[in-house]
């Protein structure tokens, strides 16, 4: 059993096991919640690793790269819009489970017990289960869900691709678990749960054979994530196939899948990807006659209008031709290159921020928050070659010199403080 003295940093051969759900209780066991690995955090060479993995196999297997820049550093970006609040807020999840374990809790399971562990894995999978169905079924929970289903792409890349606003609601599926389950083995299993999601968004592993009827898959996840009418609303499991097989929303993958929204955004632009779909609610909301229906717009399904059944009509959905071609843009390779370069720096000042965060005053986290945005959302312009993207860059090397020299950023490479210290 994990006791006080455990290390925090997981070995090699943990980084590869938790990827894959595959750590053992006796390993992943802590009496107390600031003694639980931030397991996600640990997990970033392993994601980067996966993903070079991916690229080589997609190489060999298929003849052609898994992944495009413009569309996989709009995934990372959504990932990292995802977690900048985590800067300023303690997580809601978290919070929220801790309030209800301390006012309500029924009575406490052993946190050393390997019966509470494994409850705890089939509680928060069928509680992830119930998230998701309803981030699917419940328009304004879709709204942040949507930006992980706006890749028109399938690869590692596309599991990066969060919503920021997403948090806000999933909270309320665990919070039963509270009622019985220690916030430390809870906290083991969420990052697990979320951990094991990463691998089964790629295209070159087919199929798992027997596995299938148990497991989510890359070919169960294919399904859920495709825009064929066979595809909508289906498969909505964490770890466990097995309750979308119970509760009737499984599906198996057959005709080729094609990936994105219904309705394709067209964009790499990273605040848009976030939040299209909020803006398109608000503008619905106001134009729909009557207070039930207003209320229905925001409850009731994505595809929901007047007089017509809550989730919407599944003809309306527009049919995959096959011929479909997924948004880009020709970019030069020099400009990719130049893009890749500032959003390398820029990964360097986001680790740093949230290494050193508590360090940190709020003034500095809002402008190093504020810079990151900042670089995100040029590098969208960029990629989108729009008129406005040299200017916007231009002011955005601005800011990063005239943040330099109030000290509130510092160099992704240590060496170049001097460069920057000589300059004039």
């Given at each position: 059993?994990?006791?006080?003295?455990?290390p925090?940093d997981?070995?090699?051969?943990?980084?590869?096991?938790m990827?894959?759900?595959?750590?053992?209780?006796n390993e992943?066991?802590?009496?107390n919640l600031?003694e639980?690995?931030?397991?996600?955090?640990?997990?970033t060479?392993?994601?980067?690793?996966?993903?070079l993995?991916?690229?080589?196999?997609?190489?060999?297997l298929?003849?052609?790269?898994a992944?495009?820049?413009?569309?996989?550093?709009?995934?990372?970006?959504?990932?990292?819009?995802?977690?900048?609040?985590?800067?300023?807020f303690?997580s809601i999840?978290?919070?929220?489970y801790?309030?209800?374990?301390?006012?309500?809790?029924?009575?406490?399971?052993?946190?050393?017990?390997?019966?509470?562990?494994?409850?705890?894995?089939?509680?928060?999978?069928?509680?992830?289960?119930?998230?998701?169905?309803?981030?699917?079924?419940v328009?304004?929970?879709?709204?942040?869900?949507q930006?992980?289903?706006?890749?028109?792409?399938?690869?590692?890349?596309?599991?990066?691709?969060?919503?920021?606003?997403?948090?806000?609601?999933?909270?309320?599926?665990?919070?039963?678990?509270?009622?019985?389950?220690?916030?430390?083995?809870?906290?083991?299993?969420l990052q697990?749960?979320l951990?094991?999601?990463?691998?089964?968004?790629t295209?070159?592993?087919?199929n798992l054979?027997?596995l299938?009827?148990?497991?989510?898959?890359?070919?169960?996840?294919?399904?859920?994530h495709?825009r064929?009418?066979?595809?909508?609303?289906?498969?909505?499991?964490?770890?466990?196939?097995?309750?979308?097989?119970?509760?009737?929303?499984?599906?198996?993958?057959?005709?080729?899948v094609?990936?994105?929204?219904?309705?394709?955004?067209?964009?790499?632009?990273?605040?848009?990807?976030?939040?299209h779909?909020?803006?398109?609610?608000?503008?619905?909301?106001?134009i729909?006659?009557?207070?039930?229906?207003?209320?229905?717009?925001?409850?009731?399904?994505?595809?929901?209008?007047?007089?017509?059944?809550?989730?919407?009509?599944?003809e309306?959905?527009?049919?995959?031709?096959?011929k479909?071609?997924?948004?880009?843009?020709?970019?030069?390779?020099?400009?990719?290159?130049?893009?890749?370069?500032?959003?390398?720096?820029?990964?360097?000042?986001?680790?740093?921020?949230?290494?050193?965060?508590?360090?940190?005053s709020q003034?500095?986290?809002l402008?190093?928050?504020g810079?990151i945005?900042?670089?995100?959302?040029?590098?969208?312009?960029?990629m989108?070659?729009?008129?406005q993207?040299?200017?916007l860059?231009?002011?955005?090397?601005?800011v990063?010199?005239m943040?330099?020299?109030?000290n509130?950023?510092k160099?992704?490479?240590?060496?170049?403080?001097?460069?920057?210290?000589?300059?004039?």
């Amino acid at each position: 059993m994990a006791t006080s003295e455990s290390p925090k940093d997981v070995s090699f051969s943990q980084g590869i096991r938790m990827m894959f759900y595959a750590m053992k209780p006796n390993e992943t066991s802590f009496p107390n919640l600031d003694e639980v690995p931030d397991y996600v955090k640990q997990a970033t060479p392993f994601f980067i690793s996966l993903m070079l993995l991916e690229l080589v196999l997609g190489w060999i297997l298929k003849g052609k790269l898994a992944v495009r820049v413009d569309d996989a550093l709009t995934s990372i970006s959504a990932g990292i819009l995802s977690r900048l609040p985590m800067l300023f807020f303690r997580s809601i999840e978290f919070s929220t489970y801790i309030y209800v374990w301390e006012k309500y809790r029924l009575f406490n399971l052993p946190w050393d017990s390997p019966w509470t562990w494994h409850l705890t894995f089939l509680g928060v999978d069928l509680g992830y289960y119930w998230f998701h169905r309803m981030a699917h079924e419940v328009n304004i929970m879709w709204a942040a869900h949507q930006t992980h289903h706006s890749s028109e792409a399938y690869n590692l890349s596309t599991a990066l691709r969060q919503s920021a606003l997403q948090v806000y609601t999933s909270w309320i599926f665990y919070c039963p678990l509270a009622l019985i389950i220690p916030p430390p083995v809870y906290a083991v299993h969420l990052q697990f749960n979320l951990l094991y999601q990463f691998w089964i968004h790629t295209e070159v592993i087919e199929n798992l054979g027997p596995l299938e009827l148990i497991l989510n898959t890359p070919s169960h996840h294919r399904v859920h994530h495709g825009r064929n009418r066979y595809c909508i609303d289906k498969n909505f499991a964490g770890t466990l196939i097995i309750w979308d097989r119970i509760f009737g929303t499984f599906e198996a993958e057959n005709e080729k899948v094609s990936y994105g929204l219904t309705h394709p955004i067209n964009t790499f632009e990273p605040l848009k990807v976030q939040f299209h779909h909020m803006h398109y609610i608000w503008t619905t909301f106001w134009i729909t006659p009557g207070l039930w229906n207003k209320l229905s717009v925001i409850f009731k399904g994505p595809g929901w209008s007047p007089g017509k059944p809550r989730l919407g009509l599944l003809e309306e959905i527009p049919e995959v031709t096959g011929k479909e071609v997924p948004y880009a843009t020709h970019v030069s390779g020099s400009l990719q290159l130049y893009a890749l370069v500032q959003f390398a720096l820029m990964l360097g000042f986001y680790e740093d921020t949230f290494a050193d965060k508590d360090a940190l005053s709020q003034a500095t986290l809002l402008l190093r928050s504020g810079y990151i945005i900042l670089t995100l959302t040029s590098i969208g312009f960029l990629m989108e070659q729009r008129p406005q993207a040299a200017i916007l860059e231009t002011f955005r090397c601005s800011v990063f010199l005239m943040l330099y020299w109030l000290n509130y950023l510092k160099p992704f490479i240590p060496s170049w403080t001097h460069t920057f210290e000589d300059s004039p």
